[in-house]
Structure formats: C-alpha cells, structure tokens
C-alpha cells in the first residue's frame, strides 16, 4: 500500500458573458484572479459550467475536492422573498439553480467551501436567509459598499472586525482587516446555519462560517483581487486547499 499526496481538485461554479465580436457568442467562464489564487494556495481549480442538471451536479461535487462559489451579478429577488428592487441587475435564473445546487450539496457532502461576495449571498440564501437587494438605499445607517466603478478592483475600501475564535480569523491571522468592496447587496436574514463572524462598520456582516461543518467559510469582499497588496488574504485559499487535501492510498 502506497499513500499519494496530490493536489485538491477545487471546483469553481462559472457565469455567463456575451463575447463582442460579431455575431456575438455565449461564452461561460470565470475571472482568472480566481484561479491563480486557487494555484497559488496549491490547489488546481475545476470550472464547473452552467447548464447541467442536479444530478450532474451532485457527481461533480461528489469528484471534487473543495468548491468555491464565486462573485457575479444579482440573485432572482424571488428565491429569498425580495421585492425586486430597481438596482437588482445581472440575474442569470440558472446559475442561481446551479450555484444553489451547488451550495447546498456541498455543505451536505461536507465539502471544503469558500464562498465569495455574490457566493456568500449564494450560501445564505441556499440555507435559508435573505438579502438587502440594495444594502445602501435599504438598510438602516448603511455605509457606501459599492466601489466597482468608481475604484481599482483592489483597493482597500474600510476595515472589518472579525470574531477571534473563527475560522477567518485563524486564516487570516487576525481580528481586522483592510477590505475591498464591490457589492451593492448583502445578508440582510442570516440563515439558521450560519454564525456572523466578520463585520464592516455599519453591522453589515462580511464573514460567514457554516455551524457544524468543517470548513465552509464565506466573505462579503473580494479576497482574489488583494493577494499581492494584502498578502495574508491568500490564507483564505490556502485554508480552503488545506481543508481540501487529503491523501490517496494506491493498492498497487
């Protein structure tokens, strides 16, 4: 008997874009700030494409070592009872059926799990919470969250309080922290299964683990963007690929 240590298999759910040449085509993808990360934790990403049905999903999930669920546009209102604000933009109904599929099945296989901005919401929502469909004009003593536009993907918007005894903070090597911020909705409900375990200064919450797991971890800001000018944020993938390591035994 013969143990192989190999690298985790990390599973990236992916977005649609339309190309701009002429005639335009459906292309799906993810951005390549995921994947390098993933790379440079040690692990070896897997896109994980739209389109396919639940049971798919399900074996895919079931050969993967670790997922992450990534950032992107707006969740269907109607899947956590929202209203369907003017803001809400960039809803793909089957990524949400993928992405939801995917959260969910993870977290009941008891994968590995990072889940970042657009995929933080995702898990919330998955385990039964609900969003601020626009946390500034919404909720209460807001701060203003949303810099896609107006600022550098990293550049470091405010700080977040993280609780001591998490697994962000272990990862992280801290209890605060310099954030990017690119997001206009957040967790408004928290789910059951959920614990708080970062907050920005206006109470909105910026981290999230899910109870009773061993490791499923999500962040309201963009950890793949700020590696090289905020180093010890490649911890959170490097907490993923580790949770996600496991030897292989060869009986040959």
Same mark, same amino acid.
């Given at each position: 008997?013969?143990?192989?240590?190999?690298? !985790?298999?990390?599973?990236?759910?992916?977005?649609?874009?339309?190309?701009?040449?002429?005639?335009?085509?459906?292309?799906?993808?993810?951005? !390549?700030?995921?994947?390098?990360?993933?790379?440079?934790a040690g692990?070896?990403?897997?896109?994980?494409?739209?389109? &396919?049905?639940?049971?798919?999903?399900?074996?895919?999930?079931?050969?993967?070592?670790?997922? &992450?669920?990534?950032?992107?546009?707006?969740?269907?209102?109607?899947?956590?009872?929202? *209203?369907?604000?003017?803001? @809400?933009?960039?809803?793909?109904?089957?990524?949400?059926?993928?992405?939801?599929?995917?959260?969910?099945?993870?977290?009941?296989?008891?994968?590995? &799990?990072?889940?970042?901005?657009?995929?933080?919401?995702?898990?919330?929502?998955?385990?039964?919470?609900?969003?601020?469909?626009?946390?500034?004009?919404?909720?209460?003593?807001?701060?203003?969250?949303?810099?896609? *536009?107006?600022?550098?993907? *990293?550049?470091?918007?405010?700080?977040?309080?993280?609780?001591p005894d998490?697994?962000?903070?272990?990862?992280?090597?801290?209890?605060?922290?310099? @954030?990017?911020?690119?997001h206009h909705?957040?967790?408004?409900?928290?789910?059951?299964?959920?614990?708080?375990?970062?907050?920005?200064?206006?109470?909105?919450?910026?981290?999230?683990? @899910?109870?009773?797991?061993?490791?499923? @971890?999500?962040?309201?800001?963009? !950890?793949?963007?700020?590696?090289? *000018?905020? !180093?010890?944020? &490649?911890?959170?993938?490097?907490?993923?690929?580790?949770?996600?390591?496991?030897?292989?035994?060869?009986?040959?």
């Open positions: 008997m013969t143990v192989i240590t190999r690298k !985790p298999l990390i599973g990236c759910t992916t977005y649609r874009k339309i190309s701009d040449q002429t005639p335009p085509i459906d292309l799906l993808g993810l951005m !390549p700030a995921y994947l390098d990360a993933i790379v440079a692990g070896v990403p897997v896109m994980i494409p739209l389109g &396919l049905s639940a049971d798919d999903l399900r074996e895919i999930i079931q050969q993967m070592d670790g997922i &992450l669920l990534p950032g992107g546009g707006d969740i269907k209102p109607s899947v956590y009872q929202g *209203n369907g604000h003017p803001t @809400v933009s960039g809803i793909d109904e089957d990524r949400d059926r993928v992405e939801l599929t995917v959260a969910r099945t993870a977290i009941s296989q008891q994968k590995p &799990l990072l889940a970042i901005c657009r995929g933080m919401q995702v898990l919330n929502v998955a385990l039964g919470g609900t969003l601020w469909e626009d946390v500034e004009l919404l909720m209460p003593q807001a701060m203003h969250h949303e810099f896609v *536009n107006t600022h550098p993907r *990293n550049y470091l918007a405010h700080d977040v309080t993280i609780e998490s697994l962000l903070a272990r990862q992280l090597g801290g209890t605060e922290t310099a @954030v990017n911020s690119l909705q957040g967790i408004r409900r928290l789910a059951d299964d959920l614990r708080a375990t970062a907050f920005a200064p206006d109470g909105l919450v910026e981290g999230v683990e @899910v109870i009773d797991h061993p490791y499923a @971890v999500g962040v309201q800001w963009h !950890p793949e963007n700020i590696i090289h *000018n905020a !180093p010890h944020m &490649l911890g959170l993938f490097r907490g993923l690929v580790e949770a996600a390591s496991q030897p292989v035994i060869s009986y040959q």
